[in-house]
């Protein structure tokens, strides 16, 4: 089973250190086929300013914490479904 709140910031977290490292690459790189690629997916980002920056990032967030709180309920229903076994909690008794 997995935990929905981990879930949250993990990938919200990963959705936002991929597009720091993706601007800093454009930056570094400046190929204007990636720079339309990220205003495309992401709705009021242009290149660059720091607030669009900060819009661009919270996108980011947003997105991955979206996708985890759809993909943790949905893997669990599944997970019940198919072991049934895992919902039956054993007690511990002292004999």
Known sequence: MLK???WFWSLGSFFLLT???FVA???AASNPAY???LETFLPGFRWITPVRF???ALESFIYG???SLLF???HNLFYRMHHPQANVKT???AA
């Open 4 to 6: 929905i709140k981990v």
């Open 19 to 21: 597009f720091c490292l």
């Open 54 to 56: 900060v819009v661009g």
């Open 91 to 93: 007690s511990k008794t």
């Open 35 to 37: 720079i339309r690629l």
């Open 25 to 27: 690459w454009n930056l």
């Open 72 to 74: 943790v309920p949905i």
């Open 65 to 67: 914490a979206y996708i």
